[in-house]
């Protein structure tokens, strides 16, 4: 009971990880349709980001957590800014008429471009690069559970950041505006929104929070290495389909359940965690053949 | 997939650029043409590099040796020429022949003057140093930049179209010359640069031959040679395949026959094979399949486990043939089951489908399962395949010719490429591949008109996977090691690299492809740490500046943007963006 306990609560912390990302895949599937491949590589740019500015900072500050933590935040949310907007303007926007699997491939080259620009030019990225001790330490303890603070810290910033997000997107003028634009661009253009910024605002928004997860990434596992990206991004965008692309509330429920097959197979299937990648891919494609529209998604519209 | 017709006028002139440009455009190609030839006689290096002599160590060589022009600088010289002849004969579609041959001609300057520069430590190497001088590169540059400045000057029209009909017997010498002439060019594609590492100059010598064969091929098709050769050839169907055939098995006697090359050669044409597979499913019928390349390892365990190996998992060895079978039908079974969800699921989704199982596949083999893989041991020891006792790795003679080791193989690659080319192109134009096409461009329509679009899709991934398969099994046989490492996602997408970068749909494209993805590493190991990367950056490149591919389709031609005609950019003849709303 209390290993089911313990499970339990290391995929909610999973899930919260996984959620931050999936809140960039489904907000741009929900306004451009396309499948930002290289989000999970905005991911991981973020946490060496987060690594390469604490790195840079002079000895003294090495040692407050209350100021270096702050800055590796900054540092690794600005980082992952600057990636995903020079990516929308330079890769995507040129191909936003094109055929569909143009986008799709381009996707592919950043997101192969990104991994390996990491892993020549940040030294040392060959190898697991451990991340500085500046989070909180030691755990939370109710009963039998035990989980870490960073984990903790993890799941209050995601369900809070999606919430705000959440509260944005419905409240505000321009979360109006990204409505409309994923509604129907063309006229949205005619009701006077700026479809180009209500993009750029989209990928930056994603960056945000894949900023923020990939420095609670370093904190909760202690490193980091490039790979880390391209397994998250899978987990995130299977976690956004489940929820029903597009949605918000969707991708985080989504990313929650995502987070506790992963732990609970690795517990109680067969195989053990060797294979929790699969259940995961199994569990996806199940959902694309019996509910392709995800949990809370708008049913299926016709696409070429 | 729904296209608007391409409305480009037929010969629209690009009209800002004429009128700046327009008076310069004959002069500025003969100033060009000029300088290229200057530049292929000038010195290039100011002194000796330190792994030996730049091909040709040129200093002052125009005094000493002033027809010794070999390599690079013949072929700067050979692009002068021929700017200063594009520029005064009657060529057709003359701005585009000179664009072409001035883009080679920087190509070749820029890589080598760039190259000699970097290993020479400054701008010393290709200026002036202790009393050389060297401004080969430079001259070189300037010249090839004027060129393309005179092309747009002169106007870049529509390439030529030959209207010229050939008796038969003339018809067949042109193709045989021409094909002959392909086999050349492969051959000294290969060779450039010497084996592997052993010139340490051979990246760059690879990458500026490229420039030069990029160039004027690029200048025949403006000329209208390369349309009129394939309408030749396609009149001449039979005795086209059977010359190409022929060259391709001539290969083993020309300069690239020896051992390493034939390896290569012959694991190109194993991607080859799978890539032409891939092009059935993504080129014909549109579906995106981004984990293509388990259906290869699938095939390659079940011929691995056939074959008699020390770790294979049955007990029983089976003849090769029959285990190919095996392995094809055992891959091709997966295919129809990863190809079922498509009845429900579409587009992007699909493309995520494909993934997840290509996932499925890597992890399950890493973790040996159902103990049939040997995890990340791999199974190694597979015999290779023999025949009347003649060992496929070793090398063979006919009477008195001996032909290098590895060449049995080569052989029987080349005679899998021509089935899986011969599978396509029946496929392509029999009534299933029009069934297919007529998906990829709009699916409800397809239905509509009484295709079974369910069944059609999942031929689909069955027979592309089927032949996947079997070209895992000769993978299995020829490397004689058969790990997971060799089928990840990576694999996957540079597979579908390769029938993108060739061109969707089109046969020539997908082999063109596979070749260049796969010689390419072969030949910048240099660049060894940059390649991955390199490979990305093309990607984005290619979907942004030419999405048809190298060698587009006919029909596709017709559908996405026709070349940049007048100066339009690609991207803005685009699609009527489809939002069909529920």
Not at chain 2, 298 to 311: D, E, Q
């Amino acid at each position: 009971m209390s290993v089911l306990l313990q499970q339990l609560a290391n995929g909610v912390v999973q899930g919260a990880l996984i959620a931050l990302i999936a809140l960039g895949y489904t907000m741009v599937y929900g306004i451009i349709q396309l499948i930002n491949f290289a989000h999970g590589e905005v991911f991981m740019v973020s946490s060496y980001g987060g690594l390469a500015t604490f790195t840079l900072l002079p000895d003294d500050l090495k040692k407050s957590p209350a100021v270096a933590l702050p800055l590796m935040f900054v540092g690794g949310i600005v980082i992952a800014v600057i990636v995903a907007v020079i990516m929308e303007r330079f890769a995507y926007r040129p191909l936003r008429n094109a055929p569909r699997l143009a986008p799709l491939i381009t996707a592919l080259g950043v997101s192969v471009f990104l991994q390996e620009a990491v892993r020549v030019w940040y030294p040392n990225a060959k190898s697991n690069l451990p991340y500085p001790k500046v989070f909180p330490e030691g755990s939370l303890t109710l009963g039998t559970i035990n989980v870490p603070w960073t984990g903790v810290l993890l799941v209050v910033l995601s369900v809070g950041l999606s919430v705000i997000l959440q509260t944005y997107v419905n409240k505000s003028r321009m979360g109006r505006a990204m409505r409309a634009t994923a509604q129907d661009p063309d006229t949205a253009k005619l009701m006077g929104v700026n479809p180009d910024r209500v993009i750029v605002l989209t990928f930056v928004f994603g960056a945000v929070l894949a900023g923020v997860a990939g420095i609670m990434f370093g904190g909760y596992l202690n490193n980091i290495n490039i790979d880390m990206g391209f397994q998250n991004g899978i987990f995130a965008f299977t976690a956004a389909v489940l929820g029903g692309v597009g949605s918000i509330r969707g991708a985080v429920i989504g990313a929650f359940i995502i987070g506790l097959i992963k732990t609970l197979a690795g517990q109680y299937m067969p195989g053990g965690t060797q294979y929790d990648y699969v259940w995961i891919f199994v569990v996806l494609i199940l959902v694309l053949v019996f509910r392709p529209q995800g949990l809370f998604g708008e049913p299926e519209r016709v696409r070429a | 997939m729904s296209t608007s017709t391409v409305s480009t006028p037929a010969a629209a002139p690009p009209v800002e650029q004429r009128s700046a440009l327009a008076p310069l455009g004959k002069p500025f190609a003969a100033v060009g043409g000029v300088l290229g030839i200057v530049a292929a006689l000038l010195p290039w290096v100011t002194f000796g590099l330190k792994d030996g002599n730049w091909p040709d160590k040129s200093t002052l060589q125009f005094f000493d040796a002033p027809f010794a022009v070999t390599g690079f600088r013949w072929h700067v010289l050979l692009l002068g020429v021929l700017i200063l002849v594009a520029a005064f004969a009657p060529v057709p579609s003359k701005g585009r022949v000179v664009r072409a041959l001035g883009w080679g001609l920087a190509v070749v300057s820029f890589i080598n003057g760039a190259y000699i520069t970097v290993k020479g430590g400054g701008l010393g190497a290709i200026t002036a140093l202790d009393g050389d001088v060297a401004f080969g590169s430079i001259v070189g540059l300037v010249g090839g930049v004027l060129a393309i400045l005179a092309g747009y000057g002169i106007g870049i029209e529509l390439p030529g179209q030959w209207k010229v009909k050939l008796s038969t017997p003339v018809a067949y010498l042109v193709l045989l010359v021409s094909f002959a002439a392909v086999l050349y060019a492969v051959a000294a594609m290969l060779t450039t640069g010497g084996v592997g590492t052993s010139n340490p100059y051979a990246g760059a010598i690879f990458l500026s031959f490229l420039g030069f064969a990029g160039g004027v091929l690029a200048a025949l098709s403006g000329v209208g040679f390369i349309r009129w050769l394939s309408v030749l050839s396609e009149e001449h169907r039979v005795f086209s395949v059977i010359v190409l055939a022929a060259c391709a098995l001539l290969l083993p006697f020309t300069e690239a026959g020896n051992e390493y090359w034939m390896t290569v050669a012959a694991n190109i044409g194993i991607y080859a094979a799978t890539a032409i597979g891939l092009n059935i499913v993504v080129g014909l019928a549109g579906l995106l399949d981004l984990g293509y390349v388990a259906f290869m390892g699938i095939g390659a365990l079940v011929a691995a486990n056939f074959s008699g190996a020390a770790t294979a998992h049955f007990g029983i060895t089976l003849p090769f043939p029959v285990a190919a079978v095996i392995a094809g039908v055992v891959a091709g079974i997966f295919g129809a089951i990863v190809g079922s969800p498509t009845l429900r699921v579409r587009g992007d989704y699909l493309a995520i489908v494909t993934l997840a199982f290509g996932e499925i596949f890597t992890r399950s083999a890493q973790n040996d399962i159902g103990g049939i893989t040997n995890g990340s041991n791999a199974i190694p020891g597979i015999p290779p395949l023999s025949l009347f006792g003649a060992e496929f790795n070793k090398s063979f003679s006919i009477g008195a010719v001996k032909l290098p080791a590895g060449v049995l193989y080569y052989i029987l690659i080349v005679l899998l490429v021509a089935a899986t080319m011969a599978v396509f192109a029946n496929l392509k134009f029999s009534r299933i591949g029009r069934a297919w096409i007529a998906i990829r461009e709009d699916e409800d329509a397809a239905r509509a008109m009484g295709i079974q679009t369910g069944k059609k899709k999942i031929l689909a991934f069955l027979i592309g996977a089927t032949l996947a398969g079997l070209a895992g099994a000769v993978f299995a046989h020829k490397n004689g090691t058969v790990s997971y490492e060799s089928f990840k996602f990576m694999e996957s997408v540079t597979l579908l690299a390769a029938v993108i970068l060739g061109g969707m749909g089109s046969i020539p494209g997908a082999v063109l492809g596979a070749a260049l993805l796969f010689v390419l590493p072969e030949k910048l190991r240099e660049f060894e740490e940059y390649r991955l990367m390199i490979f990305g950056l093309a990607l984005i490149v290619i979907m942004r500046f030419r999405p048809q591919g190298l060698i587009p389709d006919r029909h596709r031609r017709a559908e996405l943007a026709d070349e940049d005609v007048g100066g339009v950019p690609v991207d803005e003849v685009h699609e009527v963006p489809k939002e069909a709303k529920a």
